[in-house]
């Protein structure tokens, strides 16, 4: 129902900019907070950024504040996360989510209900 586009193969130090729509389904994805996850090979699936329903309060890991923006554009129905500054610690398949608790600011997966298909992004010189 949700579907997470823009990866691709960067190298350090380069943009990218990820989007999240309701693909095949009527979700409007301003009414669910939306959270963007990222997983690593061999680590478990982690919460990157959040953002509340109407775009009220946002989230950001600690490893990505200063460098990612998470923002929505309700006309579009989608939501981005904006990456600069990318490091080879990025390297990742990205997901987004959402969650039906529209102002909860979900920090791990069981938060969320539903899920797109992810898109890989790799940070590599």
């Known amino acids: 129902q949700l579907q997470a586009s823009g990866g691709g193969l960067v190298q350090p130090g380069d943009s990218l900019k990820l989007s999240c729509a309701a693909s095949?389904?009527?979700?409007?994805?301003?009414?669910?907070?939306i959270g963007w996850f990222r997983q690593a090979p061999g680590k478990e699936r982690e919460e990157i950024s959040c953002?509340?329903?109407?775009?009220?309060?946002?989230h950001y890991k600690d490893s990505v504040k200063g460098r990612f923006t998470i923002s929505r554009d309700n006309g579009k129905n989608r939501v981005y996360l904006q990456m600069n500054s990318l490091k080879p610690e990025d390297t990742a398949v990205y997901y987004c989510?959402?969650?039906?608790?529209?102002?909860?600011?979900?920090?791990?997966?069981?938060?969320?209900?539903?899920w797109g298909q992810g898109t890989l992004v790799t940070v590599s010189s």
């Open positions: 989510a959402a969650d039906l608790t529209p102002y909860r600011l979900g920090r791990v997966a069981h938060d969320y209900d539903f």
């Open positions: 095949g389904s009527t979700l409007t994805l301003d009414s669910y907070a």
């Open positions: 953002m509340s329903s109407g775009a009220r309060t946002a």
